[in-house]
């Protein structure tokens, strides 16, 4: 079936530090490919996007490639700060059925 | 413009009880989609509608769940009778198409003693 593997949390780093937070998938066909955050009491937003092989999302420093060779979509961002400290999901949208499907989400926390 | 806006926010009930959740979408949005979050099993989705019509409640837990959506504005997932388990925070979120991209509320935790 289909589903999304995303690293462990919590992932603790010190502001400025380089982020890579692991996602693959597994899907019949090409799913687009999101990542939402949700900060502390809030819901979930939208994040990035990337809708077929090779592209790249990118928003307030994030970027995730779309590899379809190795169904991964990885986040990343050169310099975290602390107002970056959430829980990130990956989440394959899965036309066919209407559906997006949630990793487990990692929790980033950024020190001082 | 509004966003998702849920209603309450927090609730606390009894074992037993019935509980009522309440979800206005954005004005506009034809699909609406009730999650589940917990820390055991994550992002759960529970139902979805579109155009008020529900299109797959294969998330439902079981049948003391049941979502209703009697109009384009309104929508509400009631649990009757509740039980501790059902402690999570309920979600609910709307779309306009059919991208994947979801405008969630912000919550509704609920606690069952």
């Known amino acids: 079936g289909n589903s999304v593997t995303q690293m462990e949390g919590p992932v603790t780093l010190s502001e400025e530090a380089f982020l890579t937070i692991n996602c693959t998938y597994t899907?019949?066909?090409?799913?687009?490919l999101f990542w939402y955050v949700q900060y502390p009491g809030e819901g979930l937003q939208l994040l990035l996007k990337a809708t077929k092989a090779d592209d790249k999302g990118s928003n307030k420093g994030f970027e995730a490639t779309y590899r379809k060779e190795t169904t991964s979509f990885h986040l990343e961002k050169g310099s975290v700060q602390v107002s970056d400290s959430a829980v990130y999901f990956c989440?394959?949208?899965?036309?066919?059925?209407?559906?997006?499907?949630f990793g487990s989400g990692t929790r980033l926390l950024v020190r001082p | 413009d509004a966003g998702v806006i849920q209603s309450p926010r927090h609730e606390v009930t009894e074992m037993g009880q019935e509980v009522t959740l309440r979800c206005k979408p954005i004005?506009?949005?034809?699909?609406l989609f009730w999650y589940r979050q917990t820390m055991m099993r994550g992002l759960e989705l529970l139902i979805y509608f579109n155009n008020n019509v529900p299109i797959d409640d294969s998330g439902m837990p079981e049948d003391r769940f049941s979502a209703k959506m009697p109009n384009a504005s309104f929508s509400t997932l009631k649990i009757q009778p509740s039980e501790p388990r059902d402690s999570a925070v309920y979600f609910c979120?709307?779309?306009?198409?059919?991208?994947?991209?979801?405008?969630f509320g912000e919550g509704s935790r609920l606690t069952v003693l």
């Open positions: 004005s506009g949005h034809d699909y």
């Open positions: 899907a019949t066909g090409y799913p687009s």
């Open positions: 989440a394959p949208w899965m036309d066919s059925s209407y559906k997006l499907i």
């Open positions: 979120a709307s779309t306009f198409d059919s991208t994947g991209e979801l405008f």
